[in-house]
């Protein structure tokens, strides 16, 4: 009976190896997590101003506030994904995000 499998040395050395990689990548996903949430903001914050001068215009006026714009369905959330919320100035159509008090 000549059958050949792993060794233990063999096992632990490669479960050694899958575990060193492991923790070279996590913090850099980790990190990059934070990168991805900023653009998405970002990218909503422009998707928004797009849809403030949609509103205007079929309105010919700027909404009053961004409920206004989920209400009539032109955006679905006013929340960024990293928990800002979305506020609109009514004098520009400018949206800008902020930190939740």
Request: charged residues 20%; negative net charge.
């Amino acid at each position: 009976m000549n059958e050949r499998g792993f060794t233990l040395i063999e096992m632990l050395i490669v479960l050694m190896i899958i575990s060193t990689l492991l923790l070279i990548t996590v913090p850099n996903i980790t990190k990059h997590n934070a990168v991805v949430k900023d653009k998405g903001c970002s990218a909503l914050v422009k998707l928004v101003e797009a849809q403030v001068q949609a509103y205007e215009i079929e309105h010919s006026e700027f909404p009053d506030s961004i409920a206004d714009l989920r209400a009539q369905g032109y955006i679905e959330t006013e929340i960024c994904p990293g928990g800002e919320v979305l506020t609109l100035d009514t004098s520009d159509g400018s949206v800008s995000a902020s930190a939740t008090p």
